[in-house]
Each structure stands twice: as C-alpha cells, then as structure tokens.
C-alpha cells in the first residue's frame, strides 16, 4: 500500500515545521527541504562552484559554505534570489523527489515553503498550506533567528512578492494564529481521513 504523501508549505514563520509536529503521533517520514538543501549545497563541489561565482569566493569558509553570509547576499534583491533558486533548485527538487519516492511508512511528510513554487502539488495526497498574519510570524521570527526586524522583513516580502499563497485545491488552508492545540487539531483532522482511507491511522 502507498503511503500517504503530505506537503506542509507556508511564509517564513508560519509554523509549517510545527505542523509536521502535530503528526508525529503517526510515526511519519519527515523531510524538512531547508535541511536538505544546505546538505546538498555542503557536499556538491558543482554547486559551490556556481554559486561562488553567483556570490563570492567568500561565502566558504574552508570547504564549507557560510550560509548566513550566502543568504544575506541572496536576499539583498529579488534578481539575486532568483540566482540562487536557479542553481539549487533543480537539484535540490531531484534530491526531494527521491526521498519522498522511497518513503517506506504509512505517512510521509514534506516540509518545504516553496512547494507552490516548484509546482510539484502531484506528488502528494494532502497539501497544507500553514497561514499567520505578518505581524505574528515576524514576531515569531524574531524571537528564533538572529536577523534584525530590517532584514527580517526584507526577506518577507521578497518571499511573499515571489509565492503568492494558494487558496484553492488541492491545498487545505490551515491558520496558526490560535492556541498550538488547536492548531494541531486542525492539521490532524486534515491529514486523518486519508491515513484513515489507505489503513495508516495507527488507532
């Protein structure tokens, strides 16, 4: 039986990491696509050379890539983070297509904000997208990164000018400006009725 494929996308702080939380009691495979990426960026000799020559010889330190530095170069312009998509992305979309390809639970889960971007929505059984008001994901951003509220806000909405949010199938819309319980009630009442369809509910 295939598993149940989920995709968890949504605006910097939104709470798509704490989504893929609220399911953990299904013993899923959670793949979180920021993770991977810096994995993939830290191994491929390839892609360090494109993107030094995109962002500088010293965005590495040693071998290995300073992503802050790299992501503050990324994030000065709307052309320079275009740069960066188009050298990674290919790549990196490949490495996620395998990954959820060989999931072997009843439920696998992707954690990637730029799932609408990629136009990938086939993959996956459920789409969730996690919706917050600016005001509460800036807040929450700024209590868990180091960046001043002027950065912050920059790559906000540079985001949100480059990925509109969906609002329509196949993607459910999940708010997370409640209580965090309800907010895992909601993505699981979600995501159940189709563990509950394929016989992974693990009740």
């Not at 993107?51 to 000065?76: K, N, Y």
């Not at 060989?102 to 696998?108: I, M, S, V």
């Not at 008001?133 to 868990?144: E, I, M, N």
Request: with cysteine; charged share 25%.
């Amino acid at each position: 039986m295939k598993p149940v494929r989920v995709g968890i996308a949504g605006h910097m702080g939104s709470g798509k990491s704490e989504a893929a939380d609220a399911l953990k009691e299904f013993d899923p495979v959670i793949i979180d696509a920021d993770a991977e990426a810096k994995s993939l960026m830290g191994e491929s000799a390839e892609l360090k050379s494109h993107l030094t020559r995109s962002f500088g010889s010293d965005i590495l330190i040693g071998e290995r890539i300073d992503f802050p530095v790299l992501g503050h170069r990324a994030f000065a312009s709307r052309e320079r983070l275009t740069a960066l998509n188009r050298i990674v992305h290919p790549p990196l979309v490949q490495k996620l297509r395998q990954a959820v390809g060989r999931c072997g639970r009843p439920l696998c889960i992707l954690d990637a904000a730029l799932i609408p971007l990629w136009d990938i929505e086939d993959w996956f059984n459920v789409l969730l997208w996690i919706r917050a008001p600016y005001a509460v994901r800036l807040s929450r951003l700024k209590g868990s990164v180091s960046l001043s509220e002027e950065e912050l806000t920059r790559r906000m909405d540079l985001q949100e000018s480059m990925m509109p949010p969906p609002s329509s199938p196949p993607w459910s819309v999940v708010s997370n400006d409640g209580s965090l319980g309800q907010f895992h009630k909601c993505v699981r009442s979600t995501v159940e009725p189709g563990l509950s369809e394929r016989g992974g509910n693990n009740e």
